[in-house]
């Protein structure tokens, strides 16, 4: 169709369209950053009527996401929130996947990195990270949970949370990089050492003891994720990833290994990081994060029901003791259980999804899920697991999450009596 066959409609459009790409190629005068921000403060999306008439934008350097979809982490000063609610799959997009640190995130050169072995070994060593890089590398598909995560649990979270705002500090990553066994080999570990510190080059300098036995099974040093290099705020150059365990432990900006007979009783493991119980008591060392699952559709995110009929609940489910092997989901607040679909790929010490096909008839609903590991743990119900663990502890909460829907659809976050 020539131009003098558009309607003045659509040839507005079309010049609205030419106007904004001769803006976003003048020179950098106007930030990728501005643009994105102006195309997602428009509702929607300014665009033509009819996308085969007008010439698509060229090829750039860095891909963008489309301006209809803003998947955005909830960030405070200390960390920053995954949208599991917005997200399909089990891979988070890394500029999305949570942030948790103790005193910013460090700007490091990687060609000043090192990384020290040293401690009860025949030969402290240091290796930069083009050493690390020239050992052989490994590939890993693993989530990484705070164990702070879903803490508003143990007190009852607002009735307006999100699966995002109450879980959002898990994710999942490939990652790649160099078993810690590989690295041990090198340096000769002596038979008396039981465990190993791990020291972070942040302004925290932030460390932990981690037991030898789990150095040996699985530990790897990451210098890539999802087929590029870390982010910063997951630890550029190079991060200690030890699978299924507490994120804490799992010490970025890694600049050191030590070696001892014994831990080492760093703060993170004393003063923080342990479990209060109600006893008095104090749990210490907790590193595996144990069997959860949250439902991610629908949740008090879009507020209200679109409409009645059938849907399907979806949500995703993980244990860092092993794979999931089953999900259960309830409509009625846990009187009644049927078992979800698992998605494939299921995989050890990874999110698995979960789907299960629901019809709506604006009566009353309580969604729950609960998942199962492949030991046989059961994710225990709110008041399961504070009749054990009581209300003192802000880590590791595991309990089940309930979605209220309302008769009229108005959906909300929800602890029974």
Request: glycine residues 10%; hydrophobic residues 35%; contains cysteine.
């Amino acid at each position: 169709m020539s131009a003098r066959h558009i309607s003045a409609s659509k040839l507005e459009a079309v010049n609205k369209l030419r106007r904004r790409s001769v803006l976003a190629g003048a020179g950098g005068l106007v930030s990728g950053a501005a643009l994105m921000g102006l195309a997602s403060a428009q509702t929607p999306p300014q665009v033509p009527d009819d996308p085969t008439k007008v010439q698509g934008r060229p090829a750039s350097e860095l891909g963008d996401r489309s301006s209809f979809e803003a998947p955005r982490r909830v960030p405070s000063a200390t960390s920053s929130l995954t949208p599991l609610d917005l997200l399909n799959g089990i891979i988070t997009p890394s500029d999305v996947h949570y942030e948790r640190h103790h005193a910013g995130v460090p700007l490091i050169d990687p060609r000043r990195y090192t990384l020290t072995l040293h401690g009860m070994v025949d030969r402290q060593t240091v290796f930069t990270l083009d050493d690390l890089k020239r050992f052989p590398s490994m590939s890993r598909i693993m989530f990484l949970e705070c164990s702070g995560n879903s803490g508003s649990g143990w007190t009852k979270g607002p009735p307006t949370g999100t699966a995002q705002t109450l879980h959002g500090l898990t994710s999942t990553s490939d990652w790649t990089g160099v078993l810690v066994s590989t690295l041990m080999n090198e340096v000769a570990v002596q038979p008396g050492a039981k465990w190993v510190l791990a020291e972070g080059e942040d302004a925290a300098v932030l460390s932990r003891s981690v037991p030898i036995d789990k150095i040996l099974d699985d530990a790897f040093i990451a210098y890539g994720q999802n087929g590029e290099a870390l982010r910063p705020e997951q630890g550029y150059p190079a991060r200690l990833m030890l699978p299924g365990w507490e994120g804490n432990i799992n010490v970025k900006w890694l600049r050191r290994l030590k070696f001892g007979d014994q831990p080492f009783e760093t703060r993170e493991e004393t003063s923080k990081y342990t479990d209060p119980m109600p006893d008095g008591s104090a749990r210490q060392f907790t590193f595996a994060m144990e069997a959860k699952s949250t439902i991610t559709w629908p949740t008090a995110r879009i507020g209200v029901m679109p409409a009645e009929g059938p849907w399907e609940i979806r949500g995703i489910a993980w244990s860092g003791r092993g794979r999931i092997t089953r999900v259960e989901v309830s409509t009625d607040g846990g009187q009644t259980w049927a078992d979800a679909r698992l998605v494939d790929p299921v995989l050890p010490m990874a999110h698995t999804r979960f789907l299960f096909p629901w019809t709506w008839s604006s009566a009353e609903a309580i969604l729950t899920s609960r998942a199962t590991d492949e030991t046989g743990y059961v994710q225990p119900s709110r008041q399961d697991l504070v009749s054990v663990r009581g209300t003192g502890s802000i880590y590791h909460y595991n309990g089940q999450q309930n979605w209220r829907v309302a008769a009229d659809g108005t959906i909300s976050n929800y602890y029974a009596a």
